[in-house]
């Protein structure tokens, strides 16, 4: 079955998890995604713990795997004369290149967008940064949590009058960066390819995705009540994150469970179910106040079991806040599909990773087309097929423009 990006092909210079996770979606859909890693030790994440042993050193860690599924890899020394015109070479046949330098990097390198589109006006150029390519903190490093702290989101999340929260997951790294920049590619490419009604430009673009921008639309509701009404919200007084008794996370006799129940019918199920009518009118109520005490005794009676049994019965938006291994054990994860096996060349067991989220119906996506690739897996046969002689491919190698396949393990620089 043709997957419905077969044909799309992108030079994916990122590194760590905003790109990687990006291109895994597309490469998930059948677009053939090239890697393009320096010659010493590659994507930084390729070397970080946990590991499946038996694996070659560089396609060994779990975390590296779980991003780089359906890749093919080859090193380039963009420093080098010899490796910047092989990248040139490349960018001529294909559509996207994704990176995630600081702005201006490349520019620097004599590579940046300007350059690539002289080689081909169709290219369409995503960057994921921090802060965007322009503005006043362009140039500032940055990691998931500073750009939700400088957006707001940071400081709304946690308990009235106690610190931030940070996230179990990196929200402006996957759905500030990663999300946006896979749907802003595919909106350029829309544009450019154009549509049976519309002929399209044949022209690419520069798509500029900022962390901190794609993590500030998460606000888009709390931001429209404050241009509103003009009243600024503080932590723990979102009516979504924190405000309501009929609407956050109880704690029962032996774990915790998340009561939903904003509309009006799902807090009457709960009151009836429970036999507590007189609470009804109490639904908007604020933590900390006497009707919040009643309910917190009454989750607290439970047990987390129960509590299932009981939502099974009353149609209440209440369900269990489970541990991770729980999660990913559930008839629900396991009816989605959403933890999958991947073999990978020499591990000792198959590789276990999340499934695809998007479910398409007629032309879903394919998890296990490519296992994880060795840093520099295909340099050789990538130049090759871009038109290079074997006289250059050795070359380029002898040079150290481009190297082939790498062993040696460097520092881990992330766990877990």
């Not at 995630?100 to 940064?129: Q, T």
């Not at 960066?177 to 399209?200: N, T, V, Y």
């Not at 979102?238 to 019918?265: H, M, N, Q, T």
């Amino acid at each position: 079955m043709t997957l419905p990006l077969d044909g799309v092909r992108v030079l994916d210079l990122s590194r760590l998890l905003p790109g990687g996770f990006c291109s895994l979606l597309l490469a998930d859909f059948g677009a053939d995604v090239l890697k393009v890693e320096d010659t010493g030790m590659g994507d930084y994440i390729r070397w970080s713990p946990p590991y499946y042993e038996g694996a070659h050193e560089s396609a060994r860690s779990a975390l590296f795997l779980s991003l780089n599924r359906n890749k093919r890899s080859i090193r380039l020394d963009l420093k080098s004369d010899g490796g910047r015109d092989a990248l040139l070479r490349l960018v001529r046949d294909y559509d996207v290149v994704l990176e995630s330098f600081r702005p201006g990097v490349l520019d620097r390198l004599g590579v940046g967008y300007e350059r690539m589109r002289e080689e081909n006006p169709g290219i369409v150029y995503c960057a994921i940064s921090g802060y965007g390519q322009d503005g006043p903190k362009r140039d500032a490093s940055g990691h998931d949590m500073n750009y939700l702290g400088l957006i707001g989101l940071l400081g709304l999340t946690g308990a009235a009058g106690g610190e931030p929260v940070q996230a179990g997951g990196q929200i402006a790294d996957l759905g500030g960066g990663a999300l946006m920049a896979a749907f802003g590619i595919m909106a350029a490419l829309r544009e450019r390819d154009g549509s049976q009604d519309r002929p399209g430009s044949g022209e690419g673009q520069m798509v500029d995705v900022s962390m901190a921008d794609g993590a500030l639309s998460w606000l888009a509701m709390v931001a429209a009540t404050y241009f509103a009404d003009g009243q600024v919200p503080r932590r723990g007084e979102l009516p979504l994150a924190g405000a309501l008794i009929c609407y956050r996370p109880y704690e029962c006799s032996d774990g915790w469970v998340s009561l939903g129940a904003l509309e009006p019918k799902f807090w009457q199920a709960w009151c009836r179910g429970v036999g507590r009518e007189d609470l009804i009118g109490v639904q908007f109520e604020r933590p900390g106040s006497e009707a919040h005490k009643q309910v917190q005794a009454i989750f607290a009676a439970r047990t987390r079991e129960q509590w299932e049994a009981f939502a099974r019965a009353n149609d209440c938006c209440l369900e269990p806040v489970l541990e991770l291994d729980e999660a990913l054990q559930s008839e629900l994860v396991e009816a989605r599909e959403m933890v999958v096996e991947l073999d990978q060349p020499g591990a000792e067991r198959p590789v276990r990773q999340l499934g695809i989220p998007v479910k398409l119906g007629r032309t879903p996506g394919d998890h296990a087309r490519l296992p994880g690739p060795a840093l520099g897996e295909h340099t050789e046969e990538v130049l090759l097929a871009a038109g290079f002689s074997s006289e250059e491919v050795a070359e380029l190698l002898s040079s150290g423009a481009a190297a082939g396949p790498a062993g040696v393990q460097q520092d881990a620089t992330l766990r877990a």
